[in-house]
């Protein structure tokens, strides 16, 4: 994994209305875990978000400058929060590493190659697992993962026990976890039964006539024999 540079400073108090102020003042507020305690931070997002930008995962070593010191540390990006509604990035969390200490992180799984399902069977390819829990030394932090799945069939599950790790990274999941699959496509003949049981289920209403109350129906025989006899009487 390539190293990025990020200054960041010191910052003073927490909580809400210092987060408001700093954002106001183009920061976001973030905190350094890692040493004796943690420390609060103010960060430019524009600097996090073109660290990030076109990776396929969030995790990302980091050689951190404090603004007005001289040395470095070494750091990886924990976690990014953002505003659900603007996207904007509202927080920071930054890990602090060394060098020679294996790390706990997560990377991104990226599929190689075109599934033989999906070439020959027109099965439809299912991402199942899109990261994959690692630990490795910091300075061997992969940027992703590949899965062949160029082999596999509609059915057939591509498990974490068949991916390659590299040189020097574990794989945590437990290897009978499914990664990729390739699904069955609805075929036509199955989408026109359900389409056909849909329209019988939707049979238009019948009006019919409306049947005489037992006192209207009286009425009415009554009226017809009097036109009946006024006639007879003609």
Known sequence: MQMQELTIKRREGTGKQVARRLRRGGVVPGVLYGGARPEAVAVDPKAVLRIIHGREGSTQLLTLTFDGDSGTRLAIIRDLQFDPVSERLLH????????????????????VGEAAGVREQKGILQIVLHELEISCLPTQIPERIDADVSRLMIGHVLTVGD??????????????QAVVTVAAPMAEEEVAPVVAAAAATAEPEVLTERKPKEGE??????????????????
Not at 92 to 111: F, G, K, W, Y
Not at 163 to 176: C, F
Not at 217 to 234: M, Q
Request: no cysteine; aromatic share 0%.
């Open 92 to 111: 920071v969390d930054l890990q602090e590493v060394q060098a020679d200490r294996a790390i706990t992180v997560r990377v991104a799984v990226h599929p």
């Open 163 to 176: 991916l390659t790790a590299p040189e020097g990274v574990r794989i945590l999941n437990d290897r009978g």
């Open 217 to 234: 129906e009286a009425a009415a025989t009554g009226d017809e024999g009097k036109k009946a006899a006024e006639r007879a009487k003609k």
